[in-house]
Nanobody
């Protein structure tokens, strides 16, 4: 069955870094656009970043210059490198795969606090 398994969340200080990973299985990873969403407490789930099947990358304005999304099709993995973290980045981060069907991971908590 299809699985997206995220890891790498945790607690970081403001200005710190975290790297999220998402491993996909059960589908042809290379044929899917991969992305990350996040949901802060009491707020809607928002799109953060995406990487196309052609490796083109896209970011929401609030993370441009701080976050980097990348993928390795051979490893069926997408990463989100998060630098210069801010308390406003605190959220549950979800990995997504978009293609013939859309798939979601279970989410990983990121907390930015001193």
């Amino acid at each position: 069955q299809v699985q997206l398994v995220e890891s790498g969340g945790g607690l970081a200080q403001p200005g710190g870094s975290l790297r999220l990973s998402c491993v996909g299985s059960g589908f042809t990873f290379s044929e899917y656009r991969m992305g990350w969403y996040r949901q802060a407490p009491g707020k809607e789930r928002d799109w953060v970043a995406g990487v196309g099947t052609d490796d083109r990358t896209y970011y929401t304005d609030s993370v441009k210059g701080r976050f980097t999304i990348s993928r390795d099709n051979a490893k069926s993995t997408v990463w989100l490198q998060m630098n210069s973290l801010e308390p406003e980045d605190t959220a549950v981060y979800y990995c997504t795969a978009a293609g013939m069907r859309d798939y979601w991971g279970q989410g990983t908590q990121v907390t930015v606090s001193s």
